[in-house]
């Protein structure tokens, strides 16, 4: 079954700090992995989207890293604002029928002053 | 960069009304959106599949006569409930594929819709 997985489901730091999320994946065939962002009450915005053959990818204060071999990702934070208090959610694009993105089930981050 | 606009941003109705949620794809041509419903505290699940031009493919246990989808043109689809009741209070949000893209699956969101059923 594709499944997506995100851990922690949720996180507390403080402002200034760095922090990682995890996700784990079980899909098959696997085309794309992408990270968003999604504020509260906003729809998903795109961070970063890595092919297979893609080890990292960066986006400012954002850097992906992807493992196809033991089908992890990463995204790592650095030097964390209170702007980046959202949910980040890790989806996995098939290459089977219409591309369905598969969704993780998020981590919803908060960074206090 | 591309970008998807959904109208109205809030609702709220009365029970046993219908709402129409409206997804337009502002600067490019989508020939394919998707719906999708959002629970506090919970990710995205796909509602169903709008091609332009034809029948919406519906997920799972997702009732069709009740979530009425249309695509008429490439740059819009429309979501509407039927006879809305409270469970279908839920945030509503919409993507468009950009066909024109080099990785062809790349979906943009819009900002959804937050639907209050009293």
């Known amino acids: 079954k594709n499944q997506v997985e995100q851990s922690p489901q949720s996180l507390i730091i403080l402002e200034g700090k760095n922090c990682t999320l995890q996700?784990?994946?079980?899909?098959?065939?696997?085309?794309?992995l992408r990270w968003y962002k999604q504020d509260t009450g906003r729809g998903p915005v795109s961070l970063t989207i890595m092919t297979f053959s893609e080890n990292t990818k960066s986006n400012g204060r954002y850097t992906a890293t992807l493992d196809a071999d033991t089908k992890q990702s990463s995204l790592h934070i650095t030097a964390s604002q209170l702007s980046d208090s959202a949910s980040y959610i890790c989806?996995?694009?098939?290459?089977?029928?219409?591309?369905?993105?598969?969704f993780g089930t998020g981590t919803r981050l908060k960074v206090l002053a | 960069g591309a970008v998807v606009s959904q109208h109205p941003s809030r609702v709220i109705c009365k029970s046993g009304t219908s709402v129409k949620i409206e997804c337009r794809s502002l600067?490019?041509?989508?020939?394919?959106m998707f719906w999708y419903r959002q629970f506090p505290k919970q990710s995205l699940m796909l509602m169903a599949t709008?091609?332009?031009?034809?029948?919406?493919?519906?997920e799972q246990g997702v009732e069709k006569d009740k979530f009425l989808i249309n695509h008429a043109s490439l740059t819009l689809s429309t979501l509407t409930v039927t006879s809305a009741h409270p469970e279908d209070s839920s945030f509503y949000i919409c993507?468009?594929?950009?066909?024109?893209?080099?990785?062809?699956?790349?979906?943009?969101f819009g900002p959804g819709t937050r639907l209050t059923v009293l």
């Open positions: 709008s091609n332009e031009g034809s029948k919406a493919t519906y």
């Open positions: 993507s468009a594929r950009d066909m024109g893209l080099a990785i062809a699956d790349t979906q943009y």
């Open positions: 600067d490019f041509q989508a020939t394919t």
């Open positions: 996700c784990n994946y079980t899909v098959s065939p696997f085309s794309n």
């Open positions: 989806v996995v694009s098939s290459q089977s029928g219409t591309y369905k993105y598969i």
